[in-house]
């Protein structure tokens, strides 16, 4: 993509970084963290987003774009047939993929979008990408497997918390929020300001709340509900 074409797309903070291909090497790897869940249940697993079988060809085309120094975001479209009509029937993933000195960027477009054709679909059909801007999503469809490394995207400079649940960053200090975000929370999932709260049994009860949808490991649930229960 010509560099007209993705400034107007992405973020406006992330609109402003200067690219540098070196990065794209790490492409595989970052994909490799990413999961997705199809349904909207909470407790159920976890798929990885990538098939493994396409990992391959994408590392080969991340090591000829590191040594491609024209300063360029690129496209990524690929689709996963389905079993039970796989001539007329595909989901779609598009992402852009944006390399910077410290690390890279993925914007997802689409998420395993679902699609059916009247007859058998051809490459030409299957391709086609209409750019629009990047948005906020408010569904929790990935997840983030790479504790250190990775964060979704949230814009600072919002005046409400504007969390990017399609927008994933790499080693990209000054976009990377802090703390890390491994998913995006749903409404309910939020947590409230600690000024908020009335009483440690509240706190233990969103604690737990916050454990059961994969905000906080099991070891930072632990070590906090023993604070919490000292101070009860």
């Given at each position: 993509m010509e560099e007209e074409e993705w400034r107007n797309i992405f973020p406006t903070e992330i609109s402003k970084l200067s690219i540098d291909t070196k990065n794209f090497t790490e492409l595989a790897n970052v994909l490799k963290?990413?999961?997705?869940k199809r349904g909207v249940l909470a407790y159920e697993d976890w798929e990885v987003?990538?098939?493994?079988s396409y990992?391959?060809?994408?590392?080969?085309?991340?090591?000829?774009?590191a040594t491609n120094k024209e300063p360029k975001v690129y496209l990524c479209i690929f689709k996963l047939d389905d079993i039970l009509a796989p001539n007329v029937?595909?989901?779609k993933t598009s992402f852009y993929i944006?390399?910077?000195?410290?690390?890279?960027?993925?914007?997802f477009h689409e998420i395993n979008t679902n699609i059916s054709f009247q007859t058998q679909y051809s490459f030409e059909d299957w391709v086609i990408f209409h750019p629009s801007p990047i948005k906020p999503i408010y569904r929790p469809e990935l997840l983030l497997r790479d504790k250190q490394h990775t964060s979704l995207y949230k814009d600072k400079?919002?005046?409400k918390n504007a969390i990017y649940g399609n927008v994933v960053v790499f080693q990209v200090p000054e976009?990377?929020?802090h703390p890390l975000?491994?998913?995006y929370p749903k409404e309910d999932e939020i947590t409230i300001p600690t000024e908020q709260w009335k009483s440690v049994p509240e706190k233990l009860k969103a604690l737990e709340e916050m454990r059961k949808n994969q905000l906080i490991t099991d070891e930072e649930y632990n070590r906090k509900k023993t604070e919490l229960l000292k101070e009860f």
């Open positions: 963290s990413i999961q997705y987003l990538i098939p493994e990992l391959p060809e994408i590392q080969k085309f991340a090591e000829k774009v029937k595909i989901l944006l390399s910077t000195k410290e690390g890279l960027v993925l914007l400079s919002a005046v976009l990377i929020p975000l491994f998913r």
